[in-house]
């Protein structure tokens, strides 16, 4: 853990001198340059009096750099094209098992031929268009704002039946990397 160094930007980004954080918290100025440069470990009674100073949540200060908010920016998105569905796939981000896309369907154009399972849950919300969502015996035309989930282990499928695009956010999350729409 590299609890010193978020504590140090912190501090830094608040514009807090170690004199000041030293005089706010009672601690020593060298110890507190040995917590922010990873020197010492300190206690929880220790790191709560300096999150306390710094305004923080505790937890905050215990999270692992990739336990903290992730940002994927427009630019730096991934897509995939399904040419034979006539589906285009926006990756939005990805995270410990969740996943979340914008998917375009194609007038006429589906998940598939066939109706599909994988290993997850998945949440939807229609963005724009009306689809037709089935699962098993049960099938359901939806619109625009409208949102659906479903258990993705039984077989699915997605089918845009309106005549413009439809474009669906969807949520999918398993703890198998391995979904695929």
Not at 118 to 138: D, M, N, R, S
Not at 158 to 177: Q, R
Request: aromatic share 4%.
């Amino acid at each position: 853990m590299d609890i010193g160094s978020t504590i140090r930007s912190i501090r830094k980004r608040k514009k807090i001198t170690i004199a000041q954080m030293s005089e706010g918290t009672g601690l020593s100025k060298g110890f507190i340059s040995n917590v922010e440069n990873n020197n010492t470990s300190p206690s929880i009674s220790t790191l709560e009096t300096i999150s306390n100073f710094l305004n923080i949540p505790l937890p905050y200060l215990l999270l692992k750099k990739n336990d903290r908010m992730q940002v994927v920016r427009k630019n730096e998105r991934t897509y995939t094209t399904y040419t034979d569905r006539n589906m285009k796939v926006e990756n939005l981000i990805s995270k410990d098992g969740l996943r979340v896309m914008n998917v375009e369907l194609a007038p006429g154009a589906s998940t598939g031929l066939e109706p599909h399972s994988h290993e997850g849950e998945e949440c939807h919300v229609i963005v724009k268009g009306t689809i037709l969502a089935e699962q098993c015996e049960e099938s359901m035309i939806l619109e625009e704002g409208d949102s659906f989930s479903w258990n993705a282990s039984v077989p699915h499928f997605v089918k845009n039946i309106g005549d413009e695009p439809a474009v669906i956010l969807i949520a999918v999350y398993s703890e198998s990397e391995d979904t695929d729409l």
